[in-house]
């Protein structure tokens, strides 16, 4: 009994899921126009894949402007993605997330500046323990002014590295929302090992360099 509990420990402290065994996957549509998603109700959404998504969740969820933030799975080559699948690396997809937020507080810019803030931008398929083509970052742009704004933002945080950054730059086409029980997963889960050791962490870490971007109330 020791030895299991020992193994399920480790599994979730290293890791958010299973590590997936194809390690150079590639988003699927680079070549494709992108699709633009309309707002809604003045609240525009964005599209980002930066490791873990308990851990990107919880990130833009502190973000003045951020209205709601949705786990879930994009970049990927097959319909109706699901956890188990996106982890062997065989769909293709990236562990995602939905930014909803009101470009009248916070800009796309802005929210492609936490994305590179908040992660190891070098770091190529993963993000600190977790390894795998569903843990790669990828930012999605929906129209060439977002493009634009993200290359922008490249060229700036890449200069202060010497090894080139890891992100795909890919047209969005598609984002699957994840099962039930990953949404707000860190808010939910906090005496999770992996929570506690790994999400916890790196949150701290985004609100101490973008102090000046949290919301009031931020967790």
């Known amino acids: 009994m020791k030895t299991i509990l020992s193994l399920t420990f480790s599994l979730l402290f290293f890791s958010c899921g299973n590590s997936s065994t194809n390690t150079s996957a590639k988003s699927a549509d680079l070549n494709k126009d992108p699709i633009e998603v309309p707002m ?16 990107v969740e919880a990130i833009y969820e502190s973000v003045n402007g951020v209205s709601e933030v949705y786990s879930g799975y994009a970049g990927g080559h097959t319909e109706h993605p699901t956890y188990e699948a996106s982890n062997t690396g065989k769909t293709g997809h990236a562990e995602a997330v939905e930014v909803i937020y009101d470009p009248a507080v916070v800009s796309f810019e802005t929210l492609v500046q936490v994305y590179y803030g908040s992660q190891n931008p070098t770091q190529a398929n993963g993000q600190g323990p977790d390894n795998g083509s569903q843990y790669r970052s990828i930012i999605f742009y929906q129209n060439s002014e977002q493009k634009a704004i993200i290359e922008k933002v490249s060229t700036e945080v890449a200069k202060g590295y010497e090894k080139p950054l890891a992100a795909e ?8 929302m994840g099962e039930d029980y990953h949404q707000n997963y860190e808010r939910s889960h906090p005496e999770n090992p992996y929570i506690q050791n790994v999400s916890i962490p790196r949150l701290e870490k985004f609100k101490k360099k973008f102090p000046e971007l949290l919301k009031k109330n931020a967790h």
């Open 169 to 176: 730059i890919v047209p969005f086409q598609k984002f699957w």
């Open 40 to 55: 809604q109700d003045n609240m525009a959404k964005a599209y980002f894949a930066s490791g873990c998504f308990w851990c």
